[in-house]
């Protein structure tokens, strides 16, 4: 008997959100991305797919990415990521993405994507030459939204400028060949979408973060949660207060009031004049109740690799009917030749 989710999707708007493989996930990535999409389930269809042609645009090791695809799976489904309520699947495991990524690109500036900001930051930072795909990532993540017609895609605010030029480029096309995608809108939850490293508060948690000390990972032991939130970087002063001018209290404010439900103003008020100690053991036991259960149904999951490739067969059968109808209808708009029987 079909699923739920496959007999009821018609009137439904479709959401995509995408992340790479590339090591496990971090509190950030719960909070902001994996926490947000298990909420839209009931309301949306969703495609997850685990991006693992990006995670090549950069220095990486064969076999670390096909460890990571699988233990990603199972981290999402950890996190409330129901295979039964959405389309779980990879990249690569779908034709479509890269074809399509190829027609977008020829009528994609080159100066659009030599200004994307993340690919001048990533530039920087990688050591030697500098591959072409991390210029045309934007382009490919255009196509892996536009190629399900995604209505609303889930972002942290430093991913939004790749969602308006996925809009730029779905609105070049509608007229030059006519209208044929959605123009998807970016969805950017209001607490939790930017979790800021431990060490550095004025930059994002990334998981490729040299300093580890700086990152809370989803499966590291209470004792390592506790010793990196008693290390991370505070401020001047002794207040507890969610300030411009106190970047390291801040971002610990808002990891506990994303995990707790708590405002941050009920927080101030909790630990006015109680130092700096205090507060942090507290968001250390609220952080390590939080991934206990995560932890507990990640170790389950990863036992069971016919269960986690089930998901992903699955995932990938329902993405490839749609990504099949859109990219015929492309072909048609571009001028292709269509073979038929």
Same mark, same amino acid.
């Given at each position: ?208 973060? /040299? #300093? !580890?000390? *700086?990152?809370?990972? @989803?499966?590291?032991?209470?004792? &390592? =949660?506790?010793?990196?939130?008693? %290390? ?11 300030? /411009? #001018? !106190?970047? *390291?209290?801040?971002? @610990?404010?808002?990891?506990?009031? &994303? =995990?707790?439900?708590?405002?941050? %103003? ?13 507060? !942090? ?61």
């Amino acid at each position: 008997m079909p699923s739920p989710l496959l007999m009821s999707v018609e009137n439904r708007r479709t959401i995509l959100s995408a992340m790479k493989p590339s090591g496990g996930l971090h509190l950030g990535n719960y909070l902001g991305a994996a926490r947000v999409w298990a909420s839209l389930l009931d309301e949306y269809e969703c495609f997850i797919p685990l991006v693992d042609m990006h995670a090549i645009t950069v220095p990486y090791v064969p076999s670390e990415l096909r460890g990571n695809t699988l233990d990603c799976v199972a981290q999402y489904i950890a996190c409330g990521l129901n295979p039964g309520k959405c389309h779980i699947f990879v990249q690569s495991h779908v034709t479509g993405h890269a074809e399509l990524a190829w027609i977008l690109g020829c009528i994609t500036g080159i100066g659009q994507l030599q200004r994307m900001t993340q690919f001048k930051d990533k530039s920087a930072e990688q050591a030697g030459p500098v591959g072409s795909g991390l210029l045309y990532y934007p382009v490919l993540m255009a196509a892996d939204i536009l190629l399900y017609n995604a209505d609303l895609v889930p972002v942290g605010d430093d991913q939004k400028q790749h969602v308006e030029l996925t809009r730029d480029i779905a609105e070049k096309f509608n007229r030059t060949y006519s209208e044929t995608f959605v123009i998807p809108e970016p969805f950017i939850p209001e607490v939790g979408a930017r979790v800021m490293s431990l060490q550095h508060p004025d930059r994002k948690m990334d998981k490729s973060e /040299e #300093d !580890k000390s *700086g990152v809370l990972s @989803l499966q590291d032991a209470p004792q &390592a =949660v506790r010793k990196k939130i008693r %290390s991370a970087v505070t401020d001047s002063g002794r207040e507890i207060e969610a300030r /411009e #001018d !106190k970047p *390291g209290i801040t971002n @610990l404010l808002n990891i506990m009031s &994303a =995990v707790s439900g708590r405002s941050i %103003s009920d927080l101030e008020r909790e630990f006015a004049g109680q130092g700096y100690g205090r507060f !942090k053991d507290a968001v250390a036991d609220c952080v390590i109740a939080a991934l206990e259960p995560i932890q507990s149904r990640y170790r389950e999951l990863i036992q069971d690799k016919a269960y986690l490739t089930g998901v992903l067969k699955r995932g990938a059968e329902v993405a490839q009917k749609r990504a099949y109808r859109m990219l015929r209808k492309v072909y048609r708009k571009v001028g292709f030749v269509e073979l038929t029987e």
